[in-house]
């Protein structure tokens, strides 16, 4: 007959409550010794600055009417970017570990890999011996696994949540907590900066090619003038069908190419606009400022999930042991 839990419980009380004391002790000496975090964080929102320029007097109603052309006004200055991979991406990483970083625990700016640390270990313990021969390592250069492996580090440390709103909230956790609002707030700066430079230079393509484009219609348009002027003049009277036919087609023409000619001219304005407006497609919401308790590790949390896994881990030995293990 299988013997009940209950009992089991109550009959093996001392050695369930020695497990599990025992664990508790050690979960606790754990969050002692374990290198403490501090969690900062920043709030950003992405703004839609590049399509207010109806602000700008009446010229805004003039933007939205020459979009219908569909000429190209409407790209200007409108790339999106994903903010998660500008967050994530190698290229931030490498600018957050290459620059110079104030901290408690050194007297001058060090960067993150002097800080860790990682720059004193050769990688040639037993232990990582055994990791470069089950892994896919192919590289030699000390400085480039140095590099990795800082990667990786600020990787776990970094995390970012997108609210239902668009409100994007960027965390950082780090051994100090200036040290992790620093970090928090050279993203968040990084991340406007760099949307801003990338859509002014998008604009200032743009105005590059429109006026291009203006030059050749330009030059297309003083033709047509020229040809309807000098027909005029060879035919002061247009008294035939035929010259009625040719006078009509060089109206229409010079028409065509002055219509163009405003339009793209109108289009080169609003592209200037762009190129010297100041664009703020990001608003920094919230900086960040250096947190006055540690995120990690929890203590709380830890005993509390050390205190569930030893009690039922224990209880389910001895259930086994009572039931299937009996003899």
Do not use: C
């Not at 839990?5 to 409550?17: A, N, Q, T, Y």
């Not at 219609?217 to 002027?229: D, G, Q, R, T, Y």
């Amino acid at each position: 007959m299988n013997a009940d839990i209950i009992p089991i419980i109550l009959k093996e009380k001392i050695r369930i409550f020695t497990v599990v004391f025992l664990s508790l002790i050690l979960a606790f000496i754990y969050s002692i010794y374990s290198t403490p975090l501090y969690k900062s964080y920043v709030t950003i929102y992405p703004s839609t600055n590049e399509r207010d320029m109806g602000s700008i007097s009446d010229f805004g109603n003039m933007i939205s009417q020459f979009q219908n052309f569909n000429f190209g006004s409407a790209s200007l200055g409108s790339t999106t970017y994903n903010i998660n991979d500008l967050v994530y991406s190698n290229v931030l990483k490498e600018n957050i570990l290459k620059q110079k970083w104030k901290t408690i625990s050194f007297n001058k700016k060090v960067n993150l890999l002097e800080y860790w640390e990682l720059e004193k270990n050769d990688f040639n313990s037993i232990l990582d011996n055994i990791k470069k021969s089950l892994s896919s390592i192919i590289t030699e250069d000390l400085h480039q696994i140095r590099l990795d492996k800082a990667k990786q580090v600020l990787n776990n440390r970094i995390e970012v949540i997108e609210q239902e709103s668009g409100l994007f909230i960027i965390n950082v956790m780090m051994e100090e907590p200036q040290l992790a609002s620093d970090i928090a707030n050279y993203i968040s700066v990084y991340i406007q900066e760099y949307i801003s430079n990338k859509s002014t230079d998008k604009a200032k393509k743009n105005k590059i090619f429109i006026n291009e484009r203006l030059n050749e219609v330009e030059i297309k348009l003083k033709k047509s003038e020229k040809n309807l002027l000098e027909f005029f003049k060879k035919n002061p009277t247009i008294d035939t069908p035929v010259l009625q036919f040719e006078n009509l087609t060089l109206t229409r023409e010079l028409e065509i190419n002055q219509e163009l000619y405003l339009t793209i001219l109108k289009e080169l304005e609003i592209a200037k606009i762009e190129e010297l407006k100041e664009l703020e497609i990001i608003q920094i919401l919230d900086t960040a400022s250096p947190p006055i308790e540690k995120t990690s590790p929890n203590l709380l949390l830890i005993l509390i999930v050390m205190f569930n896994f030893s009690f039922l881990s224990t209880v389910i030995f001895f259930y086994l042991k009572y039931n299937y293990y009996k003899s």
